[in-house]
DNA sequence: CTGTTAGCGCGTTCAC
DNA sequence: GTGAACGCGCTAACAG
């Protein structure tokens, strides 16, 4: 009963495969008379085509691919939301792709856009090497990097360096000197996330403009989550001379850090300051100031851009869009106690 | 180069073409030797099968549909990697359908297994009516619900009146009296989750089996989300008697509730106890009691019990899965104050 | 054990 | 304008 096919609308509609087809794809080489007669008939039988098929034929298949990895982050959540918005209003199918091994990383970025015939693809934050970028080029596979960087595919992201630098900023002018940063591990980066490297050089680069040094005790490193951030903090917190503020990789992070002062009986934001990253949802909820990036937008950016770039196939140099990031001043940050 | 198909495989291993297709489904009829030679081949062109070519054949389409609402939520998400894990794990495809309105939610269901070819249906939460239920049958979409229920289809759901009977059982237990229940309308449930009648009837439940009676002004309804929790809950703080627990629908509103207590300077467990449902990842960093439900077990139930009703095509009796709650008393709760 | 052949459902030249 | 025939890459019968 699912089985209706091209050829029982034509058989149906009296014409012949090709010109069922052709009212399929608004071919203007059919009669209006015909291209009733199609209609009705594809209504009456209930058809509609396969994708499958469509897909084999090299006809369009009306999805979109996303890679994402560890698609349960809140950050990646909020990007997806926009990405799904503009797809689904597009029309498109989104396909999604979980990520959280390097094998399927691997596996994903060589055998998805080969075997499978998409429309498009959407990558997030995970950095694909020249070689990848390449095959995908090789392949004719429209894709779309969000979150991620490289120079031959259009990209959509965001200065991670220059929040990260607004962020200690915000710290020193409000007179702290002992900053320190909870980080992601730089040197155990397996998905090539960009945010890691360059969220930490704002670190630095700010440090450096507001001539303070950089004490590598202050600078921990650890994996991704509030609990390694707590460890993290605890460990600061427990330093002879402990830092006054953290700059947080992530709100998550940040979280972490919070939870770790409230443990030592440490307030916030009166003898430690707290910034995080990113501005998810909850970060209100934690009256945290971060860095907000516009996640959602960043998702929809790059899905609208995917679909600009599928109707005209002219290949123009791959654009890069870069969104802004904003310092949303709540209330874990606040002037170091006056003689620490 | 970026064609490279079984044809050209068979070529370079100098074999037939149905042997390379054997080898790619491990088809015990091929000597060890051949074997080897046409994985030598395959290796040495970079070859990967064309999973769409492998579906047509196939007459599969590897492709399951998920219709979601509000798939940012936490409590979502977490499901979804179930059945994400699951599905990416069978070598099928995860089609995302996101709901926010009931207007998409129609639109899904009626256009949606008519207008692609997918292999199966999973459907989270929203409800579907009769007709809806039946059009899937006649169309012959396999379909799996879940945490929601419906006679004719199979289900995964989790027990909500009991869990909600546990939680304010447990706040009983400790000695409360005065409980109030801060969950969803009641009344306007566009999307028909079954949890909101269920956790108040189970609220209900453990009321009346106690002798306790039932305080209307104990009972609040709102939105979903804490900050429409934190306003319930600052209205129960203000009143003449106000409870000394509170019970809330979902963890999300639970944190809502902790936020009201703790501008109201209230003390968490000690003037006030607050117990949610889910068991979400932060609620652990919030300390909260709380009704874990199996999130991430539901969804990988669901998409198992999917798959395996795509294999065995016997339409045996719709199997109902119920999965178990489970109390998590964390430190969010204790006996009321001495004398309130 | 292995090679050949016939579809799977649709898009696309081609002749008509 | 329209229809028949071929091909997309692969699997599943068949033969050998």
Redesign the pocket.
Known sequence: MA????????RQ??????????V??D?P???E???QRVQTAIAALD??????????????SMAIAVIAPFFTRRSYVERLQGIEHVLSAGGYDLILYNVETVARRDECLRALPR?ERLDGLLILSLGPDDAEVERLQQIGVPTVLIDTYHDTLPTVTVDDEAGARAAVEHLIALGHRRIAYVGEQLDDNPFHFRPIDDRYRGYRAALAAADLPFVPEYHRQGKYGWREARRMAHDLLALAAPPTAVFAYSDTMAFGALEAAQQCHITVPDQLSVIGFDDVEIAQHFRLTTIRQPLYETGARGAELLLELLDSDVSRPAPHIVLPTELVARHTTAPPAANP
Chains 1, 2 share one sequence.
Do not use: K, Q, W
């Open positions: 089985a209706v096919t091209i050829r029982d609308v034509a509609a009296g014409v012949g495969i090709a010109t069922v087809s052709r399929l794809n071919s080489l059919v009669s008379d015909t291209r058809y509609s085509p396969s994708s499958v098929a469509r897909r084999l034929s090299g006809g369009r075997g």
